[in-house]
Nanobody, 114 residues
């Protein structure tokens, strides 16, 4: 079973920064990678995604504050989150697409407080 290993969640005050990381096994060819988030009672939503070639896509709510990047050699994706807001509080999930298969991380909690 393929596992995506996430790290970097935690608690931060509003205006602060956090960096999430997610590593997929290097033996798998990964096309797109991304981050989703899901707050209690809400649907899971796309935060940011990046193709193998480096093209990126962001939710409007995080544009200008979050930056997604990846290291193809390590099959690792990063999410730099700056100027965090209370509404960014959520469980963040890493996603990796290999062919027609979607892989998900276990989720990491990000809590932003005032």
């Amino acid at each position: 079973q393929v596992q995506l290993v996430e790290s970097g969640g935690g608690s931060v005050q509003a205006g602060g920064s956090l960096r999430l990381s997610c590593a997929a096994p290097v033996s798998i060819y990964i096309n797109a990678m991304g981050w989703y988030r899901q707050a209690p009672g809400e649907q899971r939503e796309l935060v940011a995604a990046i193709t193998r070639g480096g093209s990126t896509n962001y939710a409007d709510s995080v544009k200008g504050r979050f930056t997604i990047s990846r290291d193809n050699a390590k099959n690792t994706v990063y999410l730099q989150m700056n100027s965090l807001k209370l509404e960014d509080t959520s469980v963040y999930y890493c996603n990796a697409i290999s062919g027609s298969t979607n892989y998900w991380g276990q989720g990491t909690q990000v809590t932003v407080s005032s």
